[in-house]
């Protein structure tokens, strides 16, 4: 990985995710060997089903290409997850032996979204363009300027609206503030172009990201630096 780059994973893991006959993933451990207990839990309050599969499955990834670029074993790779704002182990992950290597994890269903960078602290998020097709959604993610123009990045209002939504949460997952800073209270970034996001905060370059059809995803980089390079896998 070189300067100003971050390389992306988008897996729809609903391809070929058949459980295993006789119940849920767990009682067949494999799937979950590398995961530590914090991700065990997690995966076990999420219940049965689609996205408790792709929570295992973006986990799974995440220790599989971390430990590959580290020459690590993946259960050997540990986690903080510290909240800023109540302690609790539920914040984004930070790598706690090589803090220099910076992650970010997002899931939307069945697919699931990886980014990997030693160039800054990255975010990345996948949404299904579905389900930002609610009443509201203008003044719950658009700033001012950009409701009622016929889409917020250009082409058809509903694939917009959600490119704009990804965008805007991959540079706030990217500032580390996450929701807590409000997406309407900013115009989206234009692909490719340094933005101020947060005033006082680093400038983030965002970059569209490949995607299965009717998810549309994003990866921003908090640096400050020029041109970023999006390496697909």
Partial sequence: MGDASVDVWVRDTALGAAPPEGGRDADRLDPLDPLD???RDRWARLGDGPSARAYVKLHVLARSQIGRFLGRSPESLRFDRTCP?????????????????HLSLSRAGTVVAL???RSGPV????EQVAGTQFEGFGQVALHARERGNGGAVGGGVATANATAWVRKEAALKAL????RVDPASFVTPREGVLAEVVPGLPWVSVVDVDAPTGCVAAVALASGSGPLEVRHH
Wanted: glycine fraction near 20%; charged fraction near 25%; aromatic fraction near 0%.
């Fill in 37 to 39: 207990q914090h991700e």
């Fill in 85 to 101: 704002d109540c302690g609790r182990q539920h914040g984004r992950p930070l790598l706690v032996d090589d803090p220099g290597l």
């Fill in 115 to 117: 980014a990997l960078t």
């Fill in 123 to 126: 975010g990345v998020d996948v």
């Fill in 176 to 179: 580390g503030v996450g929701l």
